[in-house]
């Protein structure tokens, strides 16, 4: 499984490392890039990022090679077997993506009510850069800190969100934020139904009575060892958002 898992990565960094050559980049620059893509590294060979370019195809590439090092690996395995429906059909998958479509729609909405930014721009920049945050890769296109108010927030919370579990992304991950939601809801309904039995589960399966509290604990070290390092990094003069994000 590890050698298979393997071959995918590399054949995917071989694919974005051409695809970012044929789409302008030198040859040394689209390995570069290639490499942190597919890792969700970010590493770029410029200070500006991808921002350097400022080429609509470029970003596509980034995008669509982002969010394949965000989605659970195996599945890719289980798709050669069994096809391309097989990745559509995880539920950790569909949140991922309904995340990314819901921050798409807002950011660029955003951007074109409150800066006259027209729509194609809006768009443009608002999926490069939240499919960046969400998955951790850390590219840039635009200085997104002058977005305004609502902006912000909205990558803080993308960040917290990180990609799918078996993907290369860090944060949470979505099926810990699938776990919680699950056992909210449960508790919830016993609530309202003191006798009743609500199972919980993931990807229709039950899920393991030690699994919830296994994820609040990681949930909750996470939210602590995060504050702890930023109001560190604030201590020492740096602004909130270098602060927040490393």
């Given at each position: ?11 995917l960094t071989v ?6 050559w044929?789409?302008g ?10 490499m ?8 770029s ?10 080429n ?8 669509v090679?982002m969010?394949l ?12 077997r ?22 798409l ?6 951007l ?15 999926a490069?850069n ?12 635009a ?8 902006a912000?927030?909205?990558f ?5 969100i ?8 860090g ?6 934020f ?8 449960v508790?919830?309904?016993q609530?309202i ?12 399966r ?6 919830p ?11 602590v ?13 740096l ?8």
């Amino acid at each position: 499984l590890a050698g298979a898992i393997f071959l995918v990565y590399l054949a995917l960094t071989v694919i974005n490392a051409i695809a970012y050559w044929l789409a302008g980049m030198t040859a040394f620059q689209a390995i570069c890039h290639g490499m942190t893509t597919i890792a969700t590294g970010g590493y770029s060979t410029s200070d500006r990022s991808l921002g350097l370019f400022d080429n609509p195809a470029i970003e596509a590439i980034a995008i669509v090679f982002m969010i394949l090092g965000s989605l659970p690996f195996v599945l890719y395995l289980q798709a050669v077997r069994g096809g391309a429906r097989r990745l559509w059909r995880d539920t950790q998958v569909r949140w991922f993506m309904g995340i990314l479509l819901v921050s798409l729609l807002a950011l660029s909405g955003w951007l074109w009510l409150s800066s006259g930014m027209a729509v194609d721009n809006a768009v443009r920049y608002a999926a490069f850069n939240a499919t960046s945050i969400l998955t951790g890769t850390g590219y840039s296109s635009a200085d997104f800190g002058s977005w305004g108010s609502f902006a912000l927030p909205v990558f803080t919370v993308l960040m917290f969100i990180g990609g799918c579990t078996g993907g290369t992304t860090g944060g949470i991950k979505v099926f810990r934020f699938q776990v919680l939601y699950a056992t909210a809801r449960v508790q919830i309904h016993q609530l309202i139904q003191p006798h009743g039995v609500f199972p919980m589960k993931y990807n229709y399966r039950p899920i393991p009575e030690t699994v919830p509290g296994a994820v609040m604990g990681f949930f909750f070290l996470f939210v602590v060892s995060f504050a702890v390092l930023a109001m560190a990094l604030s201590l020492m003069g740096l602004d909130y958002s270098t602060s927040i994000s490393g």
